[in-house]
C-alpha cells in the first residue's frame, strides 16, 4: 500500500525537494522492506539526481573496529544510516544525529576517499572506506548484510560521491593550469 502510494506521488511530484525524500523513501522501501537491489538503486539515483540523497541501514563499530573473527559481530555495534549525496558521505545514528569522530561530524568527500571496496568476513559482506584523513578505514555492515546490498552502496559511492569528488579536482586542476 505505502509503496504503491509513493511510486504514484513521485510520477506527480514536479519539485526536486519532494522528489528527493519520495525517492529516497522509496529506495529504503524497496532495499529494506522488498530485498529488491535493482529498484532500490534506481529509486536512489533518482533521489541524489535531484540533489537529496540515498539513505541505506548500516551496522558499525563505534571505534570502527573490524568485525570480530570468530563471533562475527562488532565488538561495540552502533546502528545507523549512510547518507550518500553528490560529492559526499554522512554517517549518521538512528535518531539522524550525525556520527562524531571527537568534535567533528563524520562526513566524507570525495577528496578524501582512496579507496572504497567490499570485505567479506565470514558470509558477511562489509563495506571498507579509506579515507586520507584518518589511519585506519571505516568498516560497516549495510543493511541486512547481504553481499548486493554492499555492492550497491560501493556503486553509489563511486559514482556520486568519489566521481563528483573527482570531477571537482579536475575542475580545480583546470582552472590553475588555465592561470598559469
Do not use: C
Request: glycine share 6%; aromatic share 6%.
Amino acid at each position: 500500500m505505502t509503496l504503491t502510494k509513493l511510486e504514484e506521488l513521485v510520477k506527480l511530484t514536479t519539485e526536486d525537494s519532494a522528489r528527493a525524500i519520495t525517492n529516497q523513501f522509496l529506495g529504503l522501501l524497496y532495499l529494506h522492506g522488498r530485498h529488491d537491489t535493482a529498484r532500490a538503486e534506481t529509486a536512489m539515483d533518482q533521489a541524489i539526481k535531484a540533489n537529496g540523497s540515498a539513505i541505506v541501514e548500516i551496522t558499525y563499530d563505534k571505534k570502527w573496529r573490524q568485525m570480530r573473527s570468530g563471533k562475527y559481530e562488532f565488538e561495540d555495534p552502533g546502528p545507523g544510516w549512510i547518507k550518500i549525496a553528490s560529492g559526499k558521505i554522512l554517517f549518521t545514528d538512528r535518531a539522524n544525529r550525525p556520527i562524531m569522530i571527537g568534535k567533528d561530524e563524520l562526513i566524507l568527500t570525495g577528496q578524501q576517499i582512496e579507496k572504497v571496496s567490499p570485505t567479506l568476513v565470514s558470509a558477511f559482506s562489509l563495506v571498507e572506506i579509506t579515507a586520507s584523513n584518518t589511519r585506519k578505514p571505516y568498516v560497516f555492515a549495510a543493511g541486512s548484510m547481504r553481499q548486493e546490498e554492499a555492492d550497491l552502496v560501493i556503486r553509489l559511492i563511486k559514482k556520486y560521491v568519489i566521481g563528483k569528488g573527482q570531477l571537482v579536482q579536475r575542475r580545480k586542476s583546470q582552472v590553475a593550469q588555465r592561470q598559469r
